[in-house]
């Protein structure tokens, strides 16, 4: 007699469905897709779409045109407000991003996700920019997609990546990590 852990991929899959179905087990899908600097550029001429910045010390130096800044260090605070915000002025998408959009803005989307109902949620397109701001700056340096953007705020290290220069402090601080590129 076959076992079920021996059994095919496609009947352990069934197997788990059904089990799960059972269970009544909600499996989250992602809620947010990534968007690229491009294809932001032209959603930004659109008068639906909300763009939230979630930097902290690092937004000082420039930011993408039009965005709204939420700090991630009180995130949870602004979850309403930005939700109201999408209603009152009938925006049914939003992007999110950070420096480089792998921690603090999929972080924040997660938290606002979970402030939706399931009825909200299916009704917004939810995003977050890929590779950042870094992304963003590098495909549109001293761009009309920026505001109060200022070069200097930013240094391109070693990898070619922009870091912002209280970021590079801080490493060097805490970690005696010399990031800057030296050349």
Not at 103 to 132: H, M, N, W
Not at 154 to 173: R, S, W
């Amino acid at each position: 007699m076959e076992s079920t852990l021996s059994s095919s991929p496609s009947k352990r899959k069934g197997l788990f469905l059904s089990q799960a179905q059972n269970l009544k087990i909600v499996v989250p899908e992602r809620s947010f897709k990534k968007i690229d600097p491009q294809p932001l550029s032209l959603l930004m001429q659109q008068p639906n779409v909300l763009i939230v910045d979630v930097r902290d010390d690092d937004y000082i130096g420039g930011h993408i045109k039009g965005s709204i800044h939420y700090p991630f260090s009180s995130f949870e605070e602004s979850v309403q407000k930005i939700n109201q915000y999408l209603k009152d002025n009938d925006k049914d998408t939003i992007v999110f991003y950070c420096m480089y959009s792998e921690q603090r803005a999929p972080q924040c989307v997660s938290t606002f996700c979970d402030s939706l109902d399931q009825q909200r949620l299916e009704e917004l397109k939810i995003y977050v920019l890929s590779g950042g701001l870094n992304a963003f700056l590098k495909k549109y340096p001293n761009s009309e997609l920026l505001e109060d953007y200022n070069r200097d705020y930013f240094i391109e290290n070693v990898d070619g990546m922009l870091l912002h220069k209280t970021d590079a402090k801080f490493l060097e601080n805490t970690l005696g990590v010399n990031s800057m590129n030296q050349q």
